[in-house]
């Protein structure tokens, strides 16, 4: 409990000293002779032609190869899988007798020859077991079955979960997720290629009654799926999201499941996917819908949790960082992952917090107002694009103002926090935790 | 003031009260830490696995059917 406190403090005096060094800045700014503030402001011009480089980069990068990867099939023609391998199905849930019985009855209704649902209760202190056990046996093709073990943290109950399935691909949710029918027959169309190890879904918001919902609807949609298509036409997706995610059994045993040692397990698996020289893909058509936060702080939490969780899997190979060879694409799914979860966010806080101060300490208001109107109207033809491309609802693009005004500032303030306090190395409370206390 | 000025000074404003509203919502989440430290474990979906497991048998072991629990 006391380095629990200590390390909180810690967290709010980075806070502090940012605060403080950036008024130091601008008294100094202010201050300065007008000599210093043309250079900086020099300096000012070139930081925004280097950020809108590699801002366009990024944009026309991700936006071309995701058009690729989704013309690629309608030029190709619809693939069909020639077989539809038994596939087993695992559920890690802790306390979810709330909504695992919406989940449990999304997959009785899977389009599939032969499944095998397995919900493992990770010690869960409410009805989760009660739950699980009432839809045991056999409805029409799917086969459920319940295990109970102690709580031991997602990784450890979907290991569990693997270990007690028995057909040649895993599939791998969450508690709170449901597919539609077509799920696992479009992701195993993927399987046809020997090499492919695993299929990475798409996720979806399901919860858009709130501002703050729809705003993650659309950043689902073209901050996280954009990449994730990108990344697709490469056959090199850097994280199989947790929520929807197909392996091949084989694959999964080569690499021993999943690690327990991060905050990201889904991120971390993947990356041991990559490096054992399988090929992880993604198919949009493999749909799972999820709920969000609706509350800021949650929202704050989850993030910053996705965020550590992910530094600590790069810091785990931190060794291949500078190494592109042997594994050039293992490299490229770390150098990405790096960019889009950490550089990225903290790049486009910096560029936010230097162009609003010269605009208030230089004048250079109209050089603001303008990057940021191009900002926005990237935001929106992609949002256009990526909605386009999911065939979702074109009310969602306007979002994309609101997405742009304060949104992704936002989320990327709490990412350079949660980069801070992971680059710190302050832990996180769970060290000294070999269990929740659950009873 | 024009309107140029005007779309300016909403930009600029807007980037400063979302960097100190994050800030705040930071701040809050951490104090909600120490406030209540169970609760980033149990009331957040995303949040409820994130403990770190060290097993001290092997986990085959700690698995048992709910039919027979």
């Not at chain 1, 406190?5 to 300065?32: G, N, Q």
């Not at chain 1, 026309?60 to 058009?67: H, I, M, V």
């Not at chain 1, 399987?191 to 996720?203: E, I, K, Q, R, W």
């Not at chain 1, 399988?278 to 989850?302: F, G, N, S």
């Amino acid at each position: 409990m006391r380095s629990r406190r200590r390390r909180i403090l810690v967290s709010l005096l980075l806070v502090e000293v940012l605060v403080v060094a950036t008024a130091v800045f601008i008294i100094w700014a202010m201050r300065a002779p007008p000599n210093t503030q043309a250079f900086l402001l020099r300096v000012m011009v070139v930081s925004l032609l280097i950020f809108l480089a590699i801002l366009f980069l990024r944009y026309f990068t991700l936006l071309w190869f995701a058009y690729l990867g989704h013309t690629e099939r309608s030029v190709m023609g619809e693939k069909r899988a020639r077989m539809l391998s038994p596939i087993s199905i695992i559920v890690p849930a802790f306390n979810e007798a709330e909504v695992l019985r919406d989940a449990l009855r999304s997959l009785s209704r899977l389009d599939y020859p032969e499944l095998e649902v397995i919900v493992v209760d990770d010690g869960s202190t409410d009805d989760t077991l009660l739950v699980a056990a009432e839809w045991e046996g056999r409805q029409g093709t799917v086969e459920f079955k319940a295990l109970t073990k102690s709580n031991g943290g997602k990784a450890a109950a979907l290991n569990a979960g693997i270990r007690a399935s028995k057909h040649p691909f895993v599939f791998c949710m969450d508690a709170d997720s449901m597919l539609e029918s077509e799920t696992l027959r479009k992701a195993m169309q993927q399987f046809d290629d020997p090499t492919v190890g695993a299929v990475a879904g798409n996720v979806k918001v399901e919860n858009r009654g709130h501002l703050i919902t729809k705003l993650q609807a659309l950043e689902y949609i073209e901050g996280l799926n954009l990449p994730r298509r990108a990344q697709g036409f490469i056959a090199a997706v850097n994280i199989v999201p947790g929520p929807v995610g197909l392996f091949r059994r084989e694959a999964l045993e080569e690499v021993g499941g999943y690690d327990t040692d991060t905050f990201a397990e889904d991120a971390d698996l993947t990356l041991k996917l990559v490096g054992s020289g399988w090929k992880v893909v993604y198919e949009d058509r493999a749909i799972a819908w999820t709920e969000a936060p609706e509350d800021w702080i949650d929202l704050v939490q989850q993030r910053y949790r996705w965020t550590r969780g992910i530094l600590q899997s790069l810091k785990k190979r931190k060794g291949l960082f500078l190494y592109p060879l042997p594994d050039f694409p293992l490299w490229l799914s770390i150098l990405e992952m790096g960019f889009e979860a950490v550089v990225w966010p903290i790049l486009n806080v910096y560029a936010h917090l230097f162009f609003a101060l010269s605009a208030l300490l230089f004048g250079a208001g109209e050089l603001l107002l303008y990057w940021w109107i191009l900002l926005t109207l990237l935001d929106l033809v992609a949002a256009f694009v990526t909605v386009s491309m999911e065939q979702e609802s074109l009310s969602l693009v306007p979002y994309a103002f609101a997405y742009r005004f304060f949104f992704i500032l936002f989320l990327d303030v709490v990412k350079t926090f949660a980069a801070l306090e992971e680059l710190f190395n302050l832990g996180m409370g769970w060290e000294k935790v070999r269990r929740v206390a659950t009873s | 003031m024009n309107v140029v000025d005007l779309l300016i000074t909403i930009v600029v404003v807007t980037i400063l009260v979302t960097i100190v509203l994050a800030v705040i919502t930071y701040v809050a989440y951490k104090l909600r830490l120490s406030r209540h430290p169970g609760d980033d474990l149990l009331t957040n979906g995303d949040l409820r696995f994130f403990v770190p497991y060290r097993p001290t048998a092997p986990e085959e072991g700690s698995v048992t059917h709910a039919a027979q629990a």
